[in-house]
């Protein structure tokens, strides 16, 4: 059971979220607890989307993204966005279960990917502290200084809604994963 209400519904959220639900029901099909909790603060919802939907707009690719997800939901020990980007990976990323296990494990069988994941890894477990070396690495394997810039934009996006879930105790509407931390 969540900490705070959950609106039931689109209709029940608070009138300024509703257009943001409209757009998550359009975009997805339905409206999953994350968006409907995060929804009690119109304004937050409406931050979290516009970041996402710049950053789903931007030169990594939705594959990419998603890997990123999985790894930070690990580091962080969410499991509702575990459980979430498991399903997206799968579903409309087209991860394999294999993938999905290296992702969470902080890397990737492709190998340019492993550097993204790898970094993104390396940003949430040290919290922002990476060495000059670990920027280095990312730019070798091929990634732009804009790409850097996404993969911690990826990383914050997703922190932010990993925390947002592990402090309202969001209820899981995806089938259940946990995390490999304690």
């Known amino acids: 059971m969540s900490r705070i209400p959950t609106p039931a519904s689109i209709e029940t959220a608070p009138e300024a979220a509703q257009k943001s639900l409209e757009t998550v029901n359009k975009l997805l099909g339905s409206v999953p607890n994350m968006f409907r909790i995060i929804a ?5 919802l ?7 939907s710049a950053l789903s707009n931007g030169s990594l690719n939705a594959q990419t993204r998603e ?3 999985l790894a930070v939901a690990e580091i ?9 980007h ?5 579903n409309l990323a087209g991860l394999s279960e294999d993938e999905i296990e290296a992702n969470r494990c902080g890397s990737s069988g492709d190998a340019k990917a492993a550097v ?3 970094f993104a890894a390396q940003i949430t477990r040290h919290r922002g502290k990476v060495s000059e070396s670990d920027l280095q690495t990312v730019r070798t394997a091929g990634y732009s200084d804009a790409e850097i810039v996404e993969i911690v934009g990826h990383v ?3 922190t932010l809604t990993n925390y947002m879930n592990e402090v309202l105790g969001t209820e899981i509407d995806f089938p259940t994963v946990r ?4």
Do not use: D, F, W
């Open 40 to 44: 009690n603060s119109p304004k937050t």
């Open 46 to 52: 409406e931050g979290y989307l516009n970041l996402n």
């Open 67 to 69: 890997r990123i997800a």
């Open 76 to 84: 962080n020990g969410c499991n509702y966005c575990l459980a979430a």
């Open 86 to 90: 498991r399903y997206l990976g799968i």
């Open 116 to 118: 993204a994941v790898e």
């Open 156 to 158: 914050a996006v997703n």
């Open 179 to 182: 995390t490999m931390v304690a």
